[in-house]
T-cell receptor
Framework: DQQVKQNSPSLSVQEGRISILNCDYT??????FLWYKKYPAEGPTFLIS?????DKNEDGRFTVFLNKSAKHLSLHIVPSQPGDSAVYFC?????????FGTGTRLKVLA | NAGVTQTPKFRVLKTGQSMTLLCAQD?????MYWYRQDPGMGLRLIHY???????AKGEVPDGYNVSRLKKQNFLLGLESAAPSQTSVYFC???????????FGSGTRLTVV
């Protein structure tokens, strides 16, 4: 039973527009979330985090929103750039480990 | 600073062969992890360690063994490789979960 879900396997967005990547979770005890970005043939790299005491966290072009009642978080990228084309994973902090979603492949079209 | 180093980067095995994947970190992290990435399945946890000499099972541990004899190294073993173990394997480490993971660059394993 998947505790962290990314229901969109892929997303295409025009350069300069907003990219919105979604993530749902089932365990209301999760209190800390991360987004990772992964390029082909490389390991995932940390992008942005959010704690359950906040509903929003911003870092430059990247903003993560958390809706605890809906058990939903989203990553907004504005404006999207071709270099943002990658696979994005959301992850929830469990006991001693992170639980990852299945990933969303973002393609930013020039 | 090397961070997390995985060896080898690529390997082809025949069914039934054994091998060991090595993960080494130079950040003095306590926690280390092995994940596998498969299309449509995301990152699934195989085994993890919360300190030197400790190991624990993750989500998909069958067919794998691990050892953490030294704090900086976490070894993943396949005793008898199967085609279902064809995957990309990632090692990660952290000093504490609130800091997130540092990942290695991965090992692409093909079992024929």
């Amino acid at each position: 039973d998947q505790q962290v879900k990314q229901n969109s396997p892929s997303l295409s967005v025009q350069e300069g527009r907003i990219s919105i990547l979604n993530c749902d979770y089932t365990n209301s005890m999760f209190d800390y979330f991360l987004w990772y970005k992964k390029y082909p043939a490389e390991g995932p790299t940390f992008l942005i985090s959010i704690s359950s005491i906040k509903d929003k966290n911003e870092d430059g072009r990247f903003t993560v929103f958390l809706n605890k009642s809906a058990k939903h978080l989203s990553l907004h990228i504005v404006p999207s750039q071709p270099g943002d084309s990658a696979v994005y994973f959301c992850a929830a902090k469990g006991t001693y480990k992170y639980i990852f979603g299945t990933g969303t492949r973002l393609k930013v079209l020039a | 600073n090397a961070g997390v180093t995985q060896t080898p980067k690529f390997r082809v095995l025949k069914t039934g062969q054994s091998m060991t994947l090595l993960c080494a970190q130079d950040m003095n992290h306590e926690y280390m992890y092995w994940y596998r990435q498969d299309p449509g399945m995301g990152l699934r946890l195989i085994h993890y360690s919360v300190g030197e000499g400790t190991t624990a099972k993750g989500e998909v541990p069958d067919g794998y063994n691990v050892s953490r004899l030294k704090k900086q190294n976490f070894l993943l073993g396949l005793e008898s490789a199967a085609p279902s173990q064809t995957s990309v394997y990632f090692c990660a480490s952290t000093e504490g979960l609130d800091y997130g993971y540092t990942f290695g660059s991965g090992t692409r394993l093909t079992v024929v």
